[in-house]
């Protein structure tokens, strides 16, 4: 992901647009680009929210909803200093000791 | 983020929560963790928000909402089947020639 | 609704709030909530959703959340000088033309 | 409000979208509606945002997201029976108890 966001970064600088990109506006275009992406769910079943994919103009519109909140969140990051992969990794791991697996002794796997 | 992703599909499948992990739910749950993280912002003035790391409770909470956001997008991506490191770059490589820089000519960099 | 705005705004007052609640603070807090309610709703099946009001303390996180949705919508309009009422029956109109009934002719209703 | 929800009712009915308008699904298109409304706001300063109604294109769209975010409030109460503005007033008199007005004793007004 750092790639990405030095890309972003240089692309944000090259037009100026960095007086924009400060961390409370980015967390709402964040939520906003969240929205569109949800928007395309809206109305479906779950079935048909399902097999999304299988349309082409709606699978073009996850890809690009996908892009744009991932933008904004490695924007985001860049901005406050956060790295995004070792937050979800250290959450991954409290989560680990909040939510045990049914079956499994405290000490590891019970496989 | 491959590799989040398979650690992602391991802790939903050894819990069986992957019945509610279907695309609509997914995209509300990660539209639902954007509007947390910008609820940290909601108040603040620019100023405070470009210093929200700097009060440690503030910033744990950040780096809690981050991982929380990136977790819902990478399984949304696993549900659907979507790259979504490409397809942010395809989204870049777009936006380049949709936003040109000023002042370069269509053959490259003006510098 | 004119009457709540008029009761939220002496709230907010009272306490020294009016200071935070400017139009983007509002917008922002206003999707925040909409979040909230929706944080409900994103692990149950459509029939699970329709029951919500069967389980009391659903029932009430419902009603807390649609009170907090419609707190920051009258204050943001509020604080825009937007009469929601009107906006809304502006809307509707807008739609009866774009949206037209199947069936009816454009003179009127075809029953 | 309750007249613009018979409205909406009627709308919906004569389109027979009413298939559509489940609690999980208006819950959905609230917060998909409130991002939009955010969306005018996301790169404005405060300052900016303050005089959003002066440019007579944004004052159309503010009107126009407050008049959506509104319709699928109504309509998601319509949907689980809950009249939002007992609510709200319920909400009101909890938060006065919640978030006394300093310098006003238990008694009421200090004044």
């Not at 109305?43 to 909803?65: C, F, G, I, K």
């Amino acid at each position: 992901m750092t790639e990405l966001q030095r890309r972003l970064t240089e692309f944000a600088a090259a037009r100026e647009w960095q007086q924009f990109h400060v961390p409370k506006n980015l967390a709402a275009a964040l939520s906003v680009e969240a929205g569109e992406l949800l928007e395309i769910f809206q109305w479906l079943t779950p079935e048909q929210a399902a097999a999304v994919m299988d349309d082409s103009e709606n699978a073009h519109r996850v890809r690009d909803e996908v892009a744009d909140v991932l933008a904004y969140l490695l924007q985001f990051c860049t901005s406050v200093g956060v790295d995004p992969a070792a937050a979800l990794a250290a959450k991954i791991e409290r989560n680990e000791l909040r939510f045990p697996v049914p079956g499994r002794g405290a000490g590891g796997d019970a496989g």
